[in-house]
């Protein structure tokens, strides 16, 4: 057993709203610089659409990810002949089209032009070539809320039947907000013939060295996310660096800590190196299960010790142990990967939209409760759509996190409403009372402590006790006497 720790973050799509306040927060802190104008190293997407850059899921088109072959998984944009073909000219890179033309207005003219008939008016002007642009044709959002859906939500390639969204009556949205997902597989690192990108030991962020890079781009074309851009002034690849800075001091990331749906959750996972390799040779439907597997208990004694071996400190593994991402991705079963058949073991995961039932079906509660109609057939979001999008097509997978997340609302909608439901609600989805109460707790009232548990950095020359001051360290002990308040308040604030 060959235990590592990695920082997670784990979305919940029913919360967000898409506001796009954790896109600005980042785009402010790291991308606000020449060259970097149209990378959004975070990105909200509206589902179902063509998301940024466009078509970035079709792999027939960009031959992103990894591909099982035999006993080994291969990179689909590389192979011997493939490879030296390339190097000069890579194939299968989005182009700015697919991206967007970065543009500004022309606000000077506003003030500054001279007098004349015609009020001024401040053109668009290309952030690349600083001419004025006629039409924009598009930008990291340009199909939000659903703005141009046949054209748009159409071509989702996750889409069970395109038909879906040409009715008023079947129509459906939710957002996507994604990041580079700092995967346990990462395909830009392996592609990278500099060895500019590489994977931290300490904590699994997935970074780029801005002196070793080369331009060659192979990792762009690798990355099946799309999320290494090509910085056209440097000549450099450039990513999202997990706010490492802050993560180091025990702040959070940006994005989650502007985040204002509270749909984000960061904290630690250990893991087992060693399975990588032969989980990710699972079927495309496997993937969700192997990967779980390989996602270990921290309050386990055997997993500490090999952790400790592996220089993993005793902060990370607290922090393991309270992170509220190992209970939602292990612990419940309930946060998935997004795109796990593209074989990088992507390390972002997502609750999948319970979404609104279907108001046509009457009071869906009481017929589900009576056993009248099941879960998948009320839901707005096609549990297809959403297998396709984060269980490698298993929609057994969606279906168990449909049913808790459905008990632990109706659950909670007795307790409030004074009339309890069922017991059996909770027992057939596979939770208990103290469960349904810890995960209304989290989604609801969870305060920024609860939803974020980051270890500080473990320092050369600091000793246990200096380490214990970290602000971390007191966090972790506020998240396990809350905890241990949780079924005295039944699960509720005081
Ligand atoms: S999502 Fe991030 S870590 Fe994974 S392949 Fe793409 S750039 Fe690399
Ligand atoms: S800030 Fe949060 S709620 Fe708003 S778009 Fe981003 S992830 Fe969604």
């Not at 590389?78 to 697919?98: H, V, W, Y």
């Not at 990041?179 to 346990?184: A, D, T, W, Y």
């Not at 450039?238 to 904290?267: D, L, M, W």
């Not at 500080?456 to 001051?469: A, F, N, S, V, Y």
């Amino acid at each position: 057993m060959d235990v590592r720790a990695q920082i997670v973050m784990a979305f919940h799509l029913d919360k967000c709203i898409g506001c796009h306040t954790c896109s600005l927060a980042c785009k402010n802190i790291w991308s606000d610089r020449r060259g970097t104008e149209y990378m959004w190293w975070n990105n909200v997407e509206t589902r179902p659409g063509v998301g940024y850059p466009r078509g970035w899921e079709d792999q027939e088109r960009y031959r992103g990810g990894g591909v099982a072959e035999g006993k080994n998984v291969n990179l689909k944009s590389m192979g011997k002949g493939r490879t030296l073909a390339s190097l000069f000219f890579q194939p299968n890179l989005p182009r700015i089209e697919d991206y967007y033309e970065p543009f500004d207005y022309d606000y000077g003219n506003l003030a500054g032009a001279p007098e004349g008939d015609d009020q001024p008016v401040a053109r668009a002007l290309s952030q690349v070539s600083g001419q004025p642009i006629e039409h924009i044709q598009g930008s990291a959002n340009w199909d939000d809320d659903l703005g141009g859906s046949r054209l748009y939500a159409a071509s989702d390639p996750n889409l069970p039947d395109a038909a879906i969204v040409e009715s008023y009556a079947t129509m459906f949205m939710q957002y996507l907000p994604r990041i580079c997902n700092h995967c346990l597989h990462p395909s830009c690192v392996a592609s990278c013939p500099s060895r500019a990108l590489y994977k931290r030991g300490e904590d699994g962020v997935v970074l780029v060295d801005q002196n070793t890079c080369r331009g060659w781009r192979f990792c762009i074309s690798a990355c099946p996310y799309k999320k290494v851009y090509f910085n056209w002034k440097s000549g450099k690849a450039e990513k999202c660096i997990f706010c490492y800075p802050r993560v180091e001091t025990g702040q959070v990331n940006a994005c989650a800590q502007s985040c204002v749906g509270r749909i984000r959750f960061v904290g630690v996972l250990l893991y087992d190196a060693d399975g990588v390799a032969e989980a990710l040779l699972q079927k495309d439907a496997d993937l969700v299960e192997a990967t779980r597997a390989l996602i270990l208990d921290p309050k386990d004694r055997e997993v500490q010790k090999a952790a400790a071996k592996n220089g993993v400190s005793e902060q990370w593994i607290e922090a393991a142990i309270g992170s509220p991402v190992y209970a939602l991705v292990k612990e419940f079963r309930l946060a998935l990967p997004l795109h796990p058949e593209f074989r990088t073991m992507p390390m972002t995961y997502y609750i999948p939209s319970l979404s609104p039932v279907l108001s046509t079906m009457g009071d869906t509660y009481r017929l589900m409760e009576k056993g009248t109609i099941s879960l998948p057939e009320t839901l707005r979001v096609p549990v297809d759509y959403l297998a396709r999008l984060l269980a490698g097509g298993n929609r057994g997978i969606v279906e168990e996190v449909m049913r808790k997340l459905y008990a632990v609302r109706v659950f909670m909608r007795g307790e409030n409403l004074g009339q309890p439901a069922d017991p059996a609600i909770l027992q057939q989805a596979g939770l208990d009372r103290e469960g349904a109460l810890r995960l209304y707790r989290l989604f609801t009232i969870a305060g920024f402590n609860e939803r974020n548990v980051i270890p500080p950095q473990q320092r050369e020359g600091q000793t246990p006790e200096l380490r214990k001051q970290e602000a971390g360290f007191g966090i972790l002990q506020r998240v396990k006497s809350e905890r241990n308040d949780l079924t005295r308040r039944g699960g509720k604030d005081d």
